[in-house]
């Protein structure tokens, strides 16, 4: 790809890669003056190839900093920093080899003699997102991508004027949806193209028989061409194949389960947690019905804030909580005080709490959810649970295209699920319902157990060594019993 920069010379870039006709409308769009654009374009489209020499050739052209954004670092590596096209063409040797004065592969940085730098960014995994004068932006695979983190590089771009480029296939009516349907309300300010193989013109890229070859193998991996609607349809609306609870969630919708809630005067409230550092901790706030299934009334979640504002957050919203359920590293010592979760939680006066035993296997702690959600329901206002219901999913692995039996924790739907996790844990646990209230009795704790046989025994042998019969009356001698 050829172009003139500002000194007016002439630069080839791209290692001879020849655009397509649909990716040279993009370029003459942002030649155009078009500095937001987004892509939901099907696989196999080039929307990669495009959007990386799109980027290049701006750092050529303007001193600057360029980002390009994946959702972590693996995926960044894997796609760009050691990726090559079909035809075995690297993505590193489109840069010029004569324009390029420094490369660290540790940082995935390259820096072009005229002072721009072009990095590659997994923002999933980042808490320091710092970019001075950011001058151009490109979001590969914007669905999967965490919306703070978007918003951090957004307002970099703002500051500068900077450009950017969104890239990706549906998920679901996720963020990703949500920024669709406002460049489509705004053409002035976003230009948005939607490809997909229902042309047949891009079909024809394709080898023949492949997409109904690709859509029979998914049918009989998945039971259901929602993959393949998704991948190379476009689709919104067809249900996320690797949805961990996306179809019990549309049954939940259906029988208005999802509904206002009021809670019941006389039934206890329960709350369950999961515990984040750096991620976030989700606090589910139940009751429980004559059934045993839970109401979820309330939800609390943030990061990175000590246990107080929790503990002030529900005494703000005047909830009244029966017992607290912590995961089972409620219990593990952290810190420069050593202290574990539940002593902290005491020393602001939280001492009804219960640390529940760690589940053998993710899908134990999913199928804990799974066996109340026929009857679980949700108050309508909680509509961050219903979307981290709605939106968790499994791992795909890019490598085999199948996705495994571990919810990702892209997109920091995870924590709201794992405390609604160890809300059903407690609830079949201990048998609750709104008849059978818990109770700390139920706990039986080995070295409780232990202690209180010894006990027993040591009160046995003082009786029989210190007592003496004054008729049908025994009296123990000493200080202890009267």
């Known amino acids: 790809m050829m172009f003139n920069d500002d000194k007016n010379t002439t630069t080839a870039i791209g290692a001879g890669i020849q655009l397509r006709p649909h990716q040279m409308n993009v370029m003459r769009a942002f030649d155009n003056g078009q500095r937001k654009i987004i892509l939901i374009w099907a696989r196999r489209l080039g929307k990669t190839i495009l959007s990386w020499l799109l980027l290049i050739r701006e750092a050529v052209r303007k001193p600057g900093v360029y980002w390009y954004c994946f959702n972590n670092y693996s995926t960044a590596y894997n796609d760009v920093w050691v990726a090559m096209t079909s035809s075995g063409v690297k993505f590193l040797s489109m840069i010029p080899a004569g324009l390029v004065v420094r490369s660290n592969s540790e940082k995935m940085e390259i820096e072009l003699a005229n002072g721009s730098i072009i990095k590659l960014i997994g923002i999933n995994n980042s808490d320091k997102l710092v970019g001075a004068g950011l001058s151009g932006v490109v979001f590969d695979e914007y669905a999967l991508l965490n919306e703070t983190q978007i918003k951090l590089i957004t307002a970099m771009l703002a500051e500068t004027g900077g450009w950017q480029v969104i890239i990706s296939t549906p ?29 047949p013109e891009l079909a024809a890229y394709l080898a023949p028989g492949f997409l109904e070859q690709e859509r029979l193998e998914i049918i009989s991996q998945y ?34 389960r999802f509904t206002p809630l009021s809670p019941a005067k006389n039934n206890p409230c329960y709350a369950a947690y999961d515990l984040g550092n750096a991620d976030y901790t989700a606090i589910v706030l139940f009751q429980v019905d004559e059934r045993g299934f839970p109401l979820v009334l309330d939800h609390i979640e943030n990061r990175n804030e000590e246990v107080k504002w929790y503990v002030e957050e529900m005494r703000r919203k005047e909830w009244r909580v029966h017992t607290h359920f912590l995961p089972h590293d409620a219990a593990y010592h952290k810190g420069a005080r050593n202290e574990t979760y539940r002593q902290v939680l005491g020393m602001y006066g939280i001492r009804n709490t219960v640390v529940l035993p760690k589940p053998h296997r993710v ?67 201990y048998g609750l319902t709104s008849q059978n209230i818990f109770t700390q009795s139920r706990i039986v704790q080995p070295n409780n157990v232990l202690n209180t046989t010894r006990q027993q025994r040591l009160e046995e042998l003082m009786k029989a060594e210190l007592s003496f019969d004054t008729g049908n009356k025994k009296v123990i001698q000493g200080d202890c019993f009267i």
């Open 171 to 199: 998920r679901g009516k996720n963020h990703l949806y949500t920024r669709w349907q406002f460049a489509l309300a705004h053409p002035d300010i976003w230009w948005s193209n939607n490809l997909n193989y229902s042309d």
């Open 223 to 256: 039971g259901n061409d929602a993959l393949y609607q998704q991948e190379y349809l476009t689709s919104w609306v067809s249900p996320n194949s690797g949805s961990v609870f996306g179809d019990l969630m549309n049954i939940l919708r259906q029988e208005e």
């Open 363 to 429: 899908s134990d702690k999913l199928n804990f959810l799974r066996r109340v959600f026929s009857g679980m329901r949700i108050d309508s206002s909680l509509e961050r649970v219903a979307e981290c219901l709605d939106k968790l999913e499994y791992e795909w692995n890019d490598k085999l295209h199948t996705w495994s039996g571990k919810p990702t924790h892209k997109g920091s739907f995870s924590d709201t699920v794992d405390g609604l996790c160890y809300m059903a844990q407690a609830i079949q646990k």
